[in-house]
């Protein structure tokens, strides 16, 4: 029994000593791949230009601003508080606005139409100021997650869940 357990002791240290060794090596693969990275200068290529937006190029996407095609503006109807109607004036300024890229069916093919939703406030005679709101829609718990998830007009969305607002 004794013998029998001696044995599996020191098979199991010669698997500990094994294991040691491959994860030292390992180490050490992974060390000279990383050196080797480093000091391989950097193949360059001539008369080859990849595609694409180009090392240190300025990226157009962040320095374009979306041209809205429409602009759609949202105003609150009614007093939240005492359900008068609310009269938005012709100076007001929105509070809020986004963009919605919209895929639309044309005759033939798809467009991409991009909206600018603004939103207003209003205050009403009784002294209660009312904001047109993005719509919200279902809220999807998941026990565990650290947020819910919830379908917003309120940002930037593809055609899919465009449509599930609907
Ligand atoms: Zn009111």
């Known amino acids: 029994m004794r013998g029998k357990l001696l044995r599996g002791l020191r098979y199991r240290q010669r698997l500990a000593r094994r294991n040691n060794r491959l994860a030292q090596r390992e180490d050490a693969q992974a060390q000279k791949a990383d050196k080797d990275l480093k000091q391989k200068p950097k193949a360059k290529k001539f008369g ?24 759609m503006a949202h105003q609150p109807g009614n007093c939240a508080a005492c359900n008068a109607q609310l009269e938005i004036a012709a100076s007001s300024k929105p509070y809020m606005g986004y963009y919605v890229l919209e895929l639309e069916k044309q005759e033939c093919g798809f467009e991409v ?26 809220v999807s718990v998941v026990p565990g997650r650290g947020k819910d998830l919830q379908l917003q007009e309120y940002s930037l969305v593809g055609p899919m869940q465009a449509a599930l607002h609907r």
């Open 113 to 138: 139409i991009c909206q600018l939703h603004h939103y207003y406030e209003a205050t009403c005679g009784c002294g209660h100021q009312t904001k047109a709101r993005p719509g919200q829609g279902a």
């Open 48 to 71: 080859k230009k990849s595609r694409g937006k180009q090392p240190g190029a300025k990226g157009m996407w962040r320095t374009t601003p979306l041209v809205p095609n429409i602009t």
